[in-house]
Protein backbone atom coordinates (compact mmCIF):
# COMPACT_ATOMS: atom_id res chain seq x y z
CA UNK A 1 0.00 0.00 0.00
CA UNK A 2 3.10 2.62 0.56
CA UNK A 3 3.05 2.73 -3.22
CA UNK A 4 0.20 5.15 -3.38
CA UNK A 5 2.01 7.26 -0.63
CA UNK A 6 2.61 10.42 -1.97
CA UNK A 7 0.56 9.72 -4.92
CA UNK A 8 -1.84 12.81 -6.25
CA UNK A 9 -5.11 11.88 -7.02
CA UNK A 10 -6.43 14.61 -9.83
CA UNK A 11 -8.13 11.96 -12.08
CA UNK A 12 -8.60 8.15 -12.09
CA UNK A 13 -7.09 7.92 -15.48
CA UNK A 14 -3.67 8.84 -14.06
CA UNK A 15 -4.42 5.58 -11.86
CA UNK A 16 -3.50 2.11 -12.79
CA UNK A 17 -6.75 -0.26 -12.30
CA UNK A 18 -4.73 -2.14 -9.19
CA UNK A 19 -4.55 1.27 -7.78
CA UNK A 20 -8.40 2.22 -7.92
CA UNK A 21 -8.48 -1.54 -6.94
CA UNK A 22 -6.57 -0.66 -3.68
CA UNK A 23 -8.77 2.41 -3.12
CA UNK A 24 -12.16 0.19 -3.11
CA UNK A 25 -10.73 -2.44 -1.62
CA UNK A 26 -9.67 -0.10 1.72
CA UNK A 27 -12.72 1.67 1.39
CA UNK A 28 -14.50 -2.08 1.81
CA UNK A 29 -12.79 -2.37 5.19
CA UNK A 30 -12.65 1.17 6.30
CA UNK A 31 -16.27 1.12 5.83
CA UNK A 32 -16.37 -1.91 8.04
CA UNK A 33 -14.79 -0.86 11.04
CA UNK A 34 -16.72 2.16 10.91
CA UNK A 35 -19.80 0.42 11.27
CA UNK A 36 -18.21 -1.44 14.07
CA UNK A 37 -16.93 1.37 15.89
CA UNK A 38 -13.39 -0.02 15.77
CA UNK A 39 -10.66 2.66 15.72
CA UNK A 40 -8.73 3.27 12.42
CA UNK A 41 -6.54 6.01 13.20
CA UNK A 42 -3.77 5.72 10.35
CA UNK A 43 -3.37 9.54 9.91
CA UNK A 44 -2.77 10.36 13.94
CA UNK A 45 -1.68 13.92 13.96
CA UNK A 46 -1.88 14.46 10.32
CA UNK A 47 -3.72 17.88 8.46
CA UNK A 48 -5.27 18.13 5.63
CA UNK A 49 -5.59 21.19 3.95
CA UNK A 50 -9.14 21.79 2.12
CA UNK A 51 -9.42 24.64 -0.05
CA UNK A 52 -13.04 25.13 -1.36
CA UNK A 53 -13.38 27.48 -4.18
CA UNK A 54 -16.95 26.49 -4.10
CA UNK A 55 -19.86 25.34 -2.04
CA UNK A 56 -19.95 21.53 -0.90
CA UNK A 57 -22.21 19.89 1.67
CA UNK A 58 -20.75 15.83 0.39
CA UNK A 59 -17.42 16.37 -0.50
CA UNK A 60 -16.73 18.75 2.37
CA UNK A 61 -17.85 17.09 5.25
CA UNK A 62 -16.96 13.80 3.98
CA UNK A 63 -13.37 14.47 4.29
CA UNK A 64 -13.66 16.68 7.51
CA UNK A 65 -15.09 13.93 9.16
CA UNK A 66 -12.83 11.66 7.28
CA UNK A 67 -9.50 13.07 8.94
CA UNK A 68 -11.22 12.90 12.49
CA UNK A 69 -12.14 9.45 12.11
CA UNK A 70 -9.03 8.15 10.58
CA UNK A 71 -6.87 10.89 13.91
CA UNK A 72 -6.06 13.45 11.66
CA UNK A 73 -7.50 16.72 11.31
CA UNK A 74 -9.00 18.75 8.32
CA UNK A 75 -8.46 22.70 7.52
CA UNK A 76 -11.64 24.19 5.93
CA UNK A 77 -10.31 26.92 3.87
CA UNK A 78 -11.80 29.53 1.60
CA UNK A 79 -9.86 32.05 -1.08
CA UNK A 80 -11.31 35.21 1.36
CA UNK A 81 -9.55 33.10 4.27
CA UNK A 82 -6.41 32.98 2.53
CA UNK A 83 -4.00 35.18 0.90
CA UNK A 84 -5.22 33.77 -2.92
CA UNK A 85 -7.93 36.66 -2.60
CA UNK A 86 -4.88 38.92 -2.89
CA UNK A 87 -3.84 37.25 -5.67
CA UNK A 88 -1.14 34.93 -4.37
CA UNK A 89 0.50 32.49 -6.51
CA UNK A 90 -0.56 28.97 -6.53
CA UNK A 91 3.16 27.42 -6.64
CA UNK A 92 3.66 29.69 -3.54
CA UNK A 93 0.30 28.71 -1.34
CA UNK A 94 1.52 25.01 -2.47
CA UNK A 95 4.95 25.55 -1.04
CA UNK A 96 4.07 26.89 2.65
CA UNK A 97 0.99 24.62 2.73
CA UNK A 98 3.12 21.34 2.53
CA UNK A 99 5.61 22.71 5.03
CA UNK A 100 2.71 22.70 7.46
CA UNK A 101 1.00 19.91 6.81
CA UNK A 102 0.22 16.19 4.91
CA UNK A 103 -1.88 16.38 2.30
CA UNK A 104 -4.05 19.61 -0.12
CA UNK A 105 -7.14 18.81 -0.92
CA UNK A 106 -9.16 21.57 -3.65
CA UNK A 107 -12.11 22.27 -5.35
CA UNK A 108 -11.80 24.36 -7.94
CA UNK A 109 -14.72 24.18 -10.75
CA UNK A 110 -13.49 27.69 -12.45
CA UNK A 111 -14.11 26.62 -16.34
CA UNK A 112 -10.85 26.57 -17.94
CA UNK A 113 -9.38 27.20 -14.69
CA UNK A 114 -9.94 25.00 -11.70
CA UNK A 115 -8.40 22.07 -13.39
CA UNK A 116 -5.05 24.10 -14.18
CA UNK A 117 -5.33 25.36 -10.95
CA UNK A 118 -4.89 22.07 -9.21
CA UNK A 119 -2.42 21.14 -11.26
CA UNK A 120 0.02 23.85 -10.56
CA UNK A 121 -0.33 23.45 -7.03
CA UNK A 122 0.09 19.78 -7.73
CA UNK A 123 3.64 20.33 -9.47
CA UNK A 124 4.62 22.19 -6.60
CA UNK A 125 3.60 20.48 -3.91
CA UNK A 126 5.87 17.79 -1.89
CA UNK A 127 2.36 16.67 -0.03
CA UNK A 128 -0.12 14.62 -2.39
CA UNK A 129 -3.18 16.72 -3.74
CA UNK A 130 -6.46 15.36 -4.24
CA UNK A 131 -9.25 17.12 -6.45
CA UNK A 132 -12.20 17.79 -4.80
CA UNK A 133 -13.67 18.36 -8.13
CA UNK A 134 -12.62 21.06 -11.26
CA UNK A 135 -14.09 22.15 -14.22
CA UNK A 136 -12.71 18.61 -15.68
CA UNK A 137 -12.94 15.93 -13.38
CA UNK A 138 -14.57 14.39 -9.90
CA UNK A 139 -12.69 11.45 -9.17
CA UNK A 140 -13.48 11.23 -5.78
CA UNK A 141 -17.43 10.61 -6.85
CA UNK A 142 -16.94 8.55 -9.78
CA UNK A 143 -14.75 6.27 -6.93
CA UNK A 144 -17.83 6.39 -4.98
CA UNK A 145 -20.37 5.48 -7.65
CA UNK A 146 -18.58 2.43 -8.11
CA UNK A 147 -18.03 1.19 -5.25
CA UNK A 148 -22.30 1.62 -4.55
CA UNK A 149 -22.82 -0.06 -8.53
CA UNK A 150 -20.23 -3.00 -6.79
CA UNK A 151 -22.51 -3.05 -3.65
CA UNK A 152 -25.98 -3.26 -5.49
CA UNK A 153 -24.43 -5.64 -7.71
CA UNK A 154 -22.75 -7.54 -5.53
CA UNK A 155 -19.55 -6.80 -7.36
CA UNK A 156 -20.73 -8.66 -10.66
CA UNK A 157 -20.25 -5.74 -12.60
CA UNK A 158 -18.68 -6.72 -15.94
CA UNK A 159 -21.40 -6.12 -18.99
CA UNK A 160 -23.56 -4.02 -16.72
CA UNK A 161 -25.72 -1.00 -18.45
CA UNK A 162 -24.94 2.14 -17.22
CA UNK A 163 -26.83 5.34 -18.94
CA UNK A 164 -24.92 9.01 -18.34
CA UNK A 165 -28.01 10.91 -19.14
CA UNK A 166 -28.40 14.85 -19.13
CA UNK A 167 -30.94 16.36 -17.51
CA UNK A 168 -32.82 19.40 -17.35
CA UNK A 169 -31.98 22.25 -14.34
CA UNK A 170 -32.73 26.21 -14.71
CA UNK A 171 -28.60 26.62 -14.90
CA UNK A 172 -26.59 26.19 -17.87
CA UNK A 173 -23.38 26.37 -16.05
CA UNK A 174 -22.84 23.29 -13.80
CA UNK A 175 -19.41 21.56 -14.61
CA UNK A 176 -19.05 18.53 -16.69
CA UNK A 177 -17.29 17.05 -14.47
CA UNK A 178 -18.82 14.07 -12.93
CA UNK A 179 -20.65 12.95 -15.68
CA UNK A 180 -16.48 13.10 -17.53
CA UNK A 181 -15.09 10.94 -14.78
CA UNK A 182 -17.84 8.09 -14.97
CA UNK A 183 -17.43 7.66 -18.58
CA UNK A 184 -13.94 7.26 -17.71
CA UNK A 185 -13.91 5.28 -14.95
CA UNK A 186 -17.01 2.86 -15.41
CA UNK A 187 -15.43 1.12 -18.89
CA UNK A 188 -12.40 0.75 -17.43
CA UNK A 189 -14.65 -2.34 -15.07
CA UNK A 190 -15.88 -3.79 -18.28
CA UNK A 191 -19.63 -1.43 -18.10
CA UNK A 192 -21.04 -0.45 -21.28
CA UNK A 193 -21.69 3.13 -21.74
CA UNK A 194 -24.95 4.76 -22.75
CA UNK A 195 -23.99 8.68 -22.93
CA UNK A 196 -27.36 10.13 -23.69
CA UNK A 197 -27.56 14.27 -24.67
CA UNK A 198 -29.73 17.03 -26.30
CA UNK A 199 -27.16 17.40 -28.84
CA UNK A 200 -26.33 21.27 -27.11
CA UNK A 201 -24.92 20.23 -24.44
CA UNK A 202 -22.02 17.90 -25.83
CA UNK A 203 -19.13 16.51 -22.91
CA UNK A 204 -15.79 17.39 -23.72
CA UNK A 205 -14.54 16.06 -27.07
CA UNK A 206 -11.42 14.41 -25.75
CA UNK A 207 -12.55 13.58 -22.50
CA UNK A 208 -15.54 11.02 -25.01
CA UNK A 209 -12.35 9.83 -27.12
CA UNK A 210 -10.62 8.34 -23.93
CA UNK A 211 -13.64 7.19 -22.16
CA UNK A 212 -14.16 5.36 -25.98
CA UNK A 213 -10.23 3.99 -25.91
CA UNK A 214 -11.08 3.19 -22.59
CA UNK A 215 -14.49 1.02 -23.48
CA UNK A 216 -12.78 -0.79 -26.23
CA UNK A 217 -9.47 -1.70 -24.28
CA UNK A 218 -12.14 -3.41 -22.35
CA UNK A 219 -14.40 -5.16 -24.48
CA UNK A 220 -17.18 -3.01 -23.67
CA UNK A 221 -19.59 -0.83 -25.90
CA UNK A 222 -19.74 2.73 -25.55
CA UNK A 223 -22.72 4.92 -27.60
CA UNK A 224 -23.94 8.11 -27.68
CA UNK A 225 -27.95 8.86 -28.40
CA UNK A 226 -29.53 12.39 -28.60
CA UNK A 227 -33.11 10.70 -27.12
CA UNK A 228 -33.74 10.67 -23.72
CA UNK A 229 -36.10 7.32 -23.58
CA UNK A 230 -33.70 5.53 -25.88
CA UNK A 231 -31.38 5.76 -22.96
CA UNK A 232 -33.35 4.11 -20.14
CA UNK A 233 -33.70 1.01 -22.48
CA UNK A 234 -32.10 -1.85 -20.91
CA UNK A 235 -29.96 0.26 -18.68
CA UNK A 236 -28.81 -1.24 -15.37
CA UNK A 237 -27.47 1.61 -13.62
CA UNK A 238 -29.34 5.33 -14.71
CA UNK A 239 -27.72 8.47 -13.86
CA UNK A 240 -29.66 11.47 -14.80
CA UNK A 241 -27.98 14.55 -13.81
CA UNK A 242 -27.78 17.93 -15.41
CA UNK A 243 -24.36 19.85 -16.92
CA UNK A 244 -23.68 23.28 -18.27
CA UNK A 245 -24.10 23.25 -22.20
CA UNK A 246 -20.52 24.39 -24.20
CA UNK A 247 -22.00 27.82 -24.88
CA UNK A 248 -21.53 29.42 -28.07
CA UNK A 249 -23.33 32.35 -26.92
CA UNK A 250 -22.15 34.86 -23.70
CA UNK A 251 -26.31 36.15 -23.60
CA UNK A 252 -28.03 34.68 -20.10
CA UNK A 253 -31.36 34.69 -21.74
CA UNK A 254 -30.13 32.51 -24.67
CA UNK A 255 -28.28 29.88 -22.63
CA UNK A 256 -31.55 29.61 -20.12
CA UNK A 257 -33.44 29.27 -23.38
CA UNK A 258 -31.53 26.49 -24.29
CA UNK A 259 -31.71 24.70 -21.09
CA UNK A 260 -35.89 25.14 -21.17
CA UNK A 261 -36.11 23.71 -24.71
CA UNK A 262 -35.36 20.60 -22.92
CA UNK A 263 -37.47 20.70 -19.64
CA UNK A 264 -38.91 17.34 -20.48
CA UNK A 265 -35.74 15.84 -19.82
CA UNK A 266 -36.44 14.71 -16.48
CA UNK A 267 -36.23 11.26 -14.94
CA UNK A 268 -39.37 10.06 -13.90
CA UNK A 269 -41.51 6.73 -13.52
CA UNK A 270 -42.31 6.25 -16.74
CA UNK A 271 -38.63 6.48 -17.62
CA UNK A 272 -37.05 4.40 -15.21
CA UNK A 273 -39.93 1.45 -16.40
CA UNK A 274 -37.77 1.29 -19.55
CA UNK A 275 -35.25 0.05 -17.68
CA UNK A 276 -33.98 -2.92 -16.65
CA UNK A 277 -36.56 -4.47 -13.46
CA UNK A 278 -33.25 -4.42 -10.80
CA UNK A 279 -32.29 -0.92 -12.68
CA UNK A 280 -30.58 1.98 -10.07
CA UNK A 281 -30.90 5.36 -10.27
CA UNK A 282 -27.70 7.39 -9.02
CA UNK A 283 -27.39 11.00 -8.93
CA UNK A 284 -24.30 12.74 -6.94
CA UNK A 285 -26.46 14.68 -5.18
CA UNK A 286 -27.52 17.86 -5.17
CA UNK A 287 -30.49 16.80 -7.01
CA UNK A 288 -33.07 18.98 -8.57
CA UNK A 289 -36.02 18.02 -7.31
CA UNK A 290 -38.60 18.29 -9.82
CA UNK A 291 -36.78 19.11 -12.86
CA UNK A 292 -34.19 16.61 -12.91
CA UNK A 293 -36.08 13.89 -11.38
CA UNK A 294 -39.45 13.32 -10.09
CA UNK A 295 -39.24 13.23 -6.02
CA UNK A 296 -41.14 9.52 -6.67
CA UNK A 297 -37.79 8.09 -8.53
CA UNK A 298 -35.02 9.72 -5.99
CA UNK A 299 -37.55 8.78 -2.65
CA UNK A 300 -38.48 5.04 -4.40
CA UNK A 301 -36.45 1.80 -3.82
CA UNK A 302 -34.64 2.06 -6.86
CA UNK A 303 -33.06 5.12 -5.74
CA UNK A 304 -29.31 4.33 -4.23
CA UNK A 305 -28.31 8.72 -4.17
CA UNK A 306 -27.52 8.09 -0.24
CA UNK A 307 -25.88 5.04 -0.25
CA UNK A 308 -23.36 6.91 -2.75
CA UNK A 309 -23.29 9.88 -1.02
CA UNK A 310 -22.39 7.41 2.28
CA UNK A 311 -19.41 5.87 0.26
CA UNK A 312 -17.76 9.23 -0.65
CA UNK A 313 -16.93 9.37 3.52
CA UNK A 314 -15.07 5.36 2.52
CA UNK A 315 -13.84 6.64 -0.21
CA UNK A 316 -11.86 9.72 0.78
CA UNK A 317 -11.15 7.71 4.03
CA UNK A 318 -9.21 5.08 1.76
CA UNK A 319 -7.83 7.51 -0.57
CA UNK A 320 -6.62 10.01 2.15
CA UNK A 321 -4.76 6.94 4.45
CA UNK A 322 -3.05 5.16 1.06
CA UNK A 323 -1.69 8.77 -0.53
CA UNK A 324 -0.67 10.68 3.20
CA UNK A 325 -0.21 7.65 5.53
CA UNK A 326 1.28 4.21 4.24
CA UNK A 327 4.66 2.91 6.36
CA UNK A 328 6.15 5.22 8.41
N1 LIG B 1 -21.58 15.36 -5.09
C1 LIG B 1 -20.88 16.36 -4.54
O1 LIG B 1 -19.68 16.58 -4.83
O2 LIG B 1 -21.58 17.08 -3.60
P1 LIG B 1 -21.11 18.44 -2.93
O3 LIG B 1 -21.09 19.49 -4.03
O4 LIG B 1 -22.12 18.75 -1.88
O5 LIG B 1 -19.73 18.25 -2.36
Not at 95 to 124: D, P, Q
Not at 147 to 155: H, L, V
Not at 230 to 259: M, N, P, R, Y
Not at 284 to 299: F, H, K, Q
Request: aromatic residues 8%; charged residues 25%.
Amino acid sequence: HSLLRGKHFITTQEWTKEELDMVLDVAKDLKRRFALGEPHRLLQDKTLFMMFFEQSTRTRNSHEAGMTQLGGHAHDLTPDKMQISHGEAPKDTAKVLSRYGHGIAIRNCFFGIGNKYIREVAKHSSVPVFNMQCDIYHPNQAMADLMTIKEKFSDDIKGLNVSVIWAYTKSYMKPLSVPQSQILLFPRYGMNITLAYPKEFPLMPEIVEQAKANAEAAGCTFRITHDMDEAFKGAHVVIAKSWGAQLTTTDEQESLALCEKYKDWICDERRMALAEKNAIYMHALPADRGNEVTDAVIDGPQSVVFDAAENRLHITKALLALCMGGRP
